[in-house]
């Protein structure tokens, strides 16, 4: 194992880390700006703001027990009415890449703290 593998592996979780730590950080300050944010007649699922990204991301259940969700052109409808919300729901995107970016970067550290158990025991 080169010095030069581990360190990006290092590097790469280290950059995810921080890119999901700081998407959450702009998806808080997205959901202020929200048009509803000073309406508190009605809450979200987790009780909390029920902004144009809760309404999207909210399913229903039909009498066959069927679930539907929104499709993208109804929930690019609803986001349009809030620039908040737009960017709320684009910066929770890039935190699902960044979540994904980070779980690799974890997983291939930990194969290589294995690998260095490995050649500990023998
Ligand atoms: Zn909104």
């Not at 194992?1 to 880390?17: G, H, Q, T």
């Not at 921080?18 to 509803?36: P, Q």
Request: with cysteine; glycine share 6%.
């Amino acid at each position: 194992m080169s010095a030069s593998k581990f360190e990006k592996a290092c590097a790469d979780y280290a950059e995810a880390r921080l890119a999901v730590k700081k998407a959450t950080l702009r998806i808080g300050a997205y959901f202020d700006e929200c048009t509803r944010a000073n309406d508190d007649s009605r809450v979200n699922r987790k009780g909390g703001q029920y902004s144009h990204v809760s309404q999207v991301l909210e399913w229903e259940v039909d009498d066959y027990g069927n679930e539907s969700t929104y499709t993208a052109a109804e929930r690019a409808e609803v986001l349009a009415e809030c620039p908040g919300c737009q960017k709320a729901w684009q910066a929770i995107q890039d935190r699902r890449e960044w979540r994904k970016k980070f779980g690799i970067a974890k997983r291939r550290i930990t194969l290589f703290g294995n690998q260095i158990l490995a050649a500990r025991d023998d």
